[in-house]
């Protein structure tokens, strides 16, 4: 039986670095990648917002309200492949930097995940109809099971809230650990460290 000993050496990379990538985004690449995912995160939000602009602020009609990118590349909007893959790139986000969180949290990162697995498969649905051919329930459009009561872009409004506030919770349990709750040990993001450090 062999057994591997991992020292902070390996962690941080300065040396002798046999760590995963998976291991790398947790620990001492943890806090770019956040940052990156974060303005992913911001960018698609600001899109529904502009969108929500455009319908409620603006008068637009639906259809023509696209958010920003749609507004140059409107095919990419009306793309079921194009909102599928943004699901996904948020559900293995938050997925692949989760070993970054302790505590509280890691807890409130999780409840976004699986806010966002839902979402995901709300998104499945629309992308596997799209693909067939045949919408559910004889719909003229793809169409999710909570859009059977709710309009679609009030629903991925509402679904992008749901996910984004436990992840901002986490995040900010992340940056400021609560007192009795360490940081993680390989992390560098959490301020109190910085100022430790400082």
Not at 46 to 66: D, F, K, M, T
Not at 139 to 146: A, D, N
Request: proline content about 5%.
């Amino acid at each position: 039986m062999t057994t591997t000993t991992t020292t902070a050496c390996d962690l941080t990379g300065t040396s002798g670095s046999t760590s995963s990538w998976s291991e790398k985004l947790n620990t001492r690449w943890h806090e770019r990648a956040l940052q990156l995912f974060a303005v992913i995160v911001l960018a698609h939000w600001a899109e529904h917002l502009v969108q929500a602009i455009q319908i409620y602020a603006l008068g637009w009609p639906v259809p023509e309200s696209r958010g920003v990118v749609g507004l140059w590349f409107p095919w990419m909007v009306k793309s079921e492949l194009l909102h599928y893959g943004y699901a996904i790139v948020m559900l293995v986000g938050i997925w692949v930097l989760r070993s970054g969180f302790t505590g509280r949290s890691y807890v409130w990162w999780m409840i976004s995940f699986w806010i966002q697995f839902w979402h995901h498969i709300e998104h499945a649905l629309l992308q596997g109809q799209a693909l067939v051919g045949e919408n559910l329930f004889g719909r003229p459009v793809p169409v999710s099971l909570v859009q059977l009561w709710i309009p679609r872009v009030e629903l991925h409004l509402f679904y992008n809230t749901i996910v984004f506030i436990p992840m901002v919770i986490g995040m900010l349990y992340h940056l400021f650990p609560p007192a009795g709750e360490a940081a993680h040990s390989g992390c560098s993001c959490a301020v109190v460290r910085h100022r430790r450090a400082a």
